[in-house]
Antibody
Framework: EVQLVESGGGLIQPGGSLRLSCAAS????????MHWVRQPPGKGLVWVSR????????SYADSVKGRFTISRDNAKNTLFLQMNSLRADDTAVYYC????????????WGQGTLVTVSS | DIVMTQSPDSLAVSLGERATINCKSS????????????LAWYQQKVGQPPKLLIY???TRESGVPDRFSGSGSGTDFTLTISSLQAEDVALYYC?????????FGQGTKLEIK
């Protein structure tokens, strides 16, 4: 069974940093592209970033470019999102999701981790 | 960026009736190399992560009931629930995977009338 488990969220002051992790199991992690998507409280889904299977190709939303860094450790089956210079509008539930290159869609999502940026 | 616009923002349908959600994109995203449209539909129930329903605009994900169907091409797409069930109450999103940023529609809230 595919499992994606996010961790690392919490309350952080504006300007601070957090590192989110997504532990993957039940599939060959190193073969899949991975995405981060966020959802501000009571609002819609917003795509954040994606990374290809070996980490050589990365893309970001403009709203996080230069502040967030996506990475992965295929030996540890883990996806990361390093978030720096956090702002109040980064407050959201952050989901990691597996991308199916066969279907060209994200077919499995974690339960999400809440990041709250507030003083 | 490709802008995805869903309509309506909310929808109330009687049990057993048809529900139709529309998604319009600011540009077409048909991959000529494989003739596939990289559009997906997701269902999100309260307190849960999104669930993939439809990919390639019209192909149902494994395990998704056949009352859910996707259609459309070019810039106009539709998600149809042929006979609404109580468990279909949720938010529904379209998303394009043609190019980054992989933009979502703003979501449509589906309720029981």
């Amino acid at each position: 069974e595919v499992q994606l488990v996010e961790s690392g969220g919490g309350l952080i002051q504006p300007g601070g940093s957090l590192r989110l992790s997504c532990a993957a199991s039940g599939f060959t992690f190193s073969s899949y592209w991975m995405h981060w998507v966020r959802q501000p409280p009571g609002k819609g889904l917003v795509w954040v970033s994606r990374i290809n299977s070996d980490g050589s190709s990365i893309s970001y939303a403009d709203s996080v470019k230069g502040r967030f860094t996506i990475s992965r450790d295929n030996a540890k089956n883990t996806l990361f999102l390093q978030m720096n210079s956090l702002r109040a509008d980064d407050t959201a539930v952050y989901y990691c999701a597996r991308y199916s290159s066969a279907y060209h869609a994200t077919d499995n999502w974690g339960q999400g981790t809440l990041v709250t940026v507030s003083s | 960026d490709i802008v995805m616009t869903q309509s309506p923002d909310s929808l109330a349908v009687s049990l057993g009736e048809r529900a139709t959600i529309n998604c319009k994109s600011s540009q077409s995203f048909l991959y000529s190399s494989n003739n596939k449209t990289y559009l997906a539909w997701y269902q999100q129930k309260v307190g849960q992560p999104p669930k993939l329903l439809i990919y390639w605009a019209s192909t149902r994900e494994s395990g998704v009931p056949d009352r859910f169907s996707g259609s459309g091409s070019g810039t106009d797409f539709t998600l149809t629930i042929s006979s609404l069930q109580a468990e279909d109450v949720a938010l529904y999103y379209c998303q394009q995977y043609y190019t980054t940023p992989h933009t979502f529609g703003q979501g449509t809230k589906l309720e029981i009338k």
